[in-house]
Every structure is written in structure tokens, then in C-alpha cells.
């Protein structure tokens, strides 16, 4: 199974940028599609940001328009790009990683990701 480590986490001013990255090993990140999801103290942990084969990508409502999720194969290695971070954007980010299946498979569900990393904390202050 491919391990996960995620960083580039840290504090930062409210209309600030992050740029996080999720190293890939064990494993061919081209055979995962991949996703990043937040958890926030006291709440669920929730749908980000997603890559699927082909190149699409999904994005959940409260970061359309302000997150990017890339892809290098080649470095396996995801990003997630944050511009014009809010305080509500505060929480432990997760890398993870869904196997490429014959069918189609929830890009914003949790329990549809097989792998997941140990999280990095983003912390946007007021």
C-alpha cells in the first residue's frame, strides 16, 4: 500500500496562501486517484479537494474558487494550493488515496479511500 506524508502546513494571516504537499511511497501515486480532506476541532472530518484519472477535479463549496489540487506522477507527490485563507479554513489537512478501480468510485467520501496520511495542521489566524 502506498504511505502517505503530507506538510507545508502552518500559521498564517487571514487572505494569506498555503501550498501543501503529499508525498507518495510504497506505490504508484498514477494508479490512485487522490484527495485531500480537513477536520476542524470538534467536526467531522470533510471533502476538500480531489484528482481524479484524467485529469478532473473536484473541489468541495467552501474552497471553489480559492484551493487548487495538482499532481506531479512523475515527483508522486499531490498538492493543494490555498489562496485567500480564512480563519474557517482552519483544521488538520489529510492526504489520501483511492485505488483505481474499474468503476466508479465517490471522490468525497472518506470510506472510499484506501490510504491516508498523518495530517498537517493549517492554522489561519483573524
Known amino acids: 500500500q502506498v504511505q502517505l506524508v503530507e506538510s507545508g502546513g502552518g500559521l498564517v494571516q487571514a487572505g494569506g496562501s498555503l501550498r501543501l504537499s503529499c508525498a507518495a511511497s510504497g506505490g504508484i501515486l498514477s494508479s490512485y486517484d487522490m484527495g485531500w480532506f480537513r477536520q476542524a476541532p470538534g467536526k467531522e472530518r470533510e471533502f476538500v479537494a480531489a484528482?481524479?484519472?484524467?485529469?478532473?477535479?473536484h473541489y468541495g463549496n467552501s474552497v471553489k474558487g480559492r484551493f487548487t489540487i495538482s499532481r506531479d506522477n512523475a515527483k508522486n507527490t499531490v498538492y493543494l494550493q490555498m489562496n485567500s485563507l480564512k480563519p474557517e479554513d482552519t483544521a488538520v489537512y489529510y492526504c489520501a488515496a483511492q485505488v483505481i478501480r474499474g468503476y466508479y468510485r465517490e471522490y468525497g467520501r472518506k470510506a472510499e479511500y484506501e490510504n491516508w496520511g498523518q495530517g498537517t495542521q493549517v492554522t489561519v489566524s483573524s
Open positions: 484528482f481524479k484519472s484524467g485529469g478532473i477535479t
